[in-house]
Each structure stands twice: as structure tokens, then as C-alpha cells.
């Protein structure tokens, strides 16, 4: 190996150990240096970002990291995120789905749908944030617009019954088989997304990323 392709692995293991302890500064500065090397957008994404937040992610799902680490990654990655995009679309590297996701009409709780579309976008995916408190019609009008894969938060037992309703909606508009529909918050189980009609139940968001994988034939 000659010194500079070690200088390059140096960097991508730094940008490793920036994601999984939620640098922010570290990752930007890590994902720069790869990019003023000419190192292609797609291995400092695949060799370096992803692998380090499913790091944390199963680390979450062993009980050795809790969500304040969790965000604080998804956080530090977005920076990294944020340079990379515009050169995986000038490379045209096609996203691995175009995702939307949001928080249910009259609920206003955004921590876990944040952490879902933040490692939804680690993962690969394209990835809009309807925000908080949104209708039906603005979940159906985002399918009509190419949504592959629709993300539903509700972390109310008195707004978890506008899960059905929005995918009624769908239903309405003829959009329900065009979409890949996974819904999660405190209240939710995989009972109720079974009852509802959803595709998918993610518990957390590591195991988001998986569902969504899954139920959309990429693993």
C-alpha cells in the first residue's frame, strides 16, 4: 500500500470515528479532506458514513447506546451529508428510494421521526421531512410526486388514529400500491400497523432503516 492510499484510509477511518461519536465538526472536516483528495462520493458514503452509524445503530439495539448518542451521529452525519449530495448528483448516483416521512395531523413531536430521516438518508435513501402536523392530503400528495417509501410518526394514542386515516386517503386516491408505508412512535405496535393496513413497524430507527430495506427488495 503505497502512503498515499494509506493517507485515504487514515481519513475514512477518522470520518468512521467522527460519525460513531457524533463529531459534527470532525465529519466535515474528515469529509472535506476526502473530497480535496478526489476520493469518489460513493466510497466515503459506503466505505466510511454508513457503516459507522449502523455501528451505532446496532449498538442501539444492544442496549450499549441510547438515543441522545443515536441522534448526536445521525446529527454529525447529516453535516457530511449536506457536502455529499450535491457530488453523488453530479455523479449521478441514484438514490436507493425516494422517501417521505412525517408527523401526523395534530401531533407535534419530531425526535424520532428526525432520528428515522436522518438514517434513512445515511443509508442511501432520498429523503423529505413533511414536518410535523400533516394532513392526510399532504402525505398523498407527496406520494403523487414519486414517493417510493412513506414514513408515519405519531406519538399520541389520541393522533394515532390518523395513521388510517392518511392511508385511507391513499386508498382514495388510487396512490395505496405505489407506496411502501412504515409507521412507528410510542404508541405503535406491530399489531396496530397490521390492523391499519401499514406495509411495515419500526421500533426504532436502526431497525427503520432495515424495514424499509426489506419491504422495498434492496437487502
Request: charged content about 20%; proline content about 5%; cysteine-free.
Amino acid at each position: 500500500m503505497t502512503g498515499s492510499e494509506e493517507q485515504l484510509d487514515d481519513l475514512l477511518d477518522t470520518l468512521y470515528d467522527a460519525v460513531s461519536i457524533g463529531d459534527r465538526d470532525g465529519v466535515i472536516e474528515a469529509v472535506k479532506a476526502l473530497i480535496a483528495a478526489n476520493v469518489s462520493p460513493e466510497i466515503v458514503l459506503y466505505d466510511a458514513m454508513i457503516p459507522a452509524i449502523q455501528e451505532v445503530g446496532q449498538q442501539f439495539e444492544l442496549g450499549k447506546a441510547f438515543v441522545p448518542e443515536m441522534l448526536v451521529s445521525a446529527r454529525a452525519m447529516q453535516g457530511g451529508l449536506d457536502l455529499l449530495r450535491p457530488l453523488l448528483a453530479q455523479a449521478n448516483v441514484e438514490p436507493l428510494a425516494k422517501a417521505v416521512i412525517g408527523t401526523v395531523l395534530s401531533d407535534i413531536h419530531d425526535i424520532g421521526k428526525n432520528m428515522v430521516g436522518m438514517m434513512w438518508g445515511g443509508a442511501g435513501f432520498e429523503v423529505t421531512d413533511l414536518g410535523v402536523n400533516v394532513p392526510p392530503a399532504r402525505f398523498v400528495e407527496a406520494v403523487r410526486n414519486g414517493a417510493q417509501l412513506l414514513g408515519i410518526s405519531a406519538l399520541l394514542t389520541t393522533t394515532m388514529t390518523n395513521i388510517p386515516a392518511t392511508i385511507q386517503a391513499l386508498k382514495d386516491a388510487g396512490l395505496r400500491d405505489r407506496v411502501k408505508v412504515i409507521i412507528g412512535g410510542a404508541p405503535i405496535t406491530a399489531d396496530f400497523a397490521s390492523e391499519v393496513g401499514a406495509d411495515g413497524y419500526a421500533p426504532d430507527a436502526n431497525r427503520a432503516v432495515s424495514v424499509a430495506k426489506q419491504l422495498l427488495g434492496l437487502t
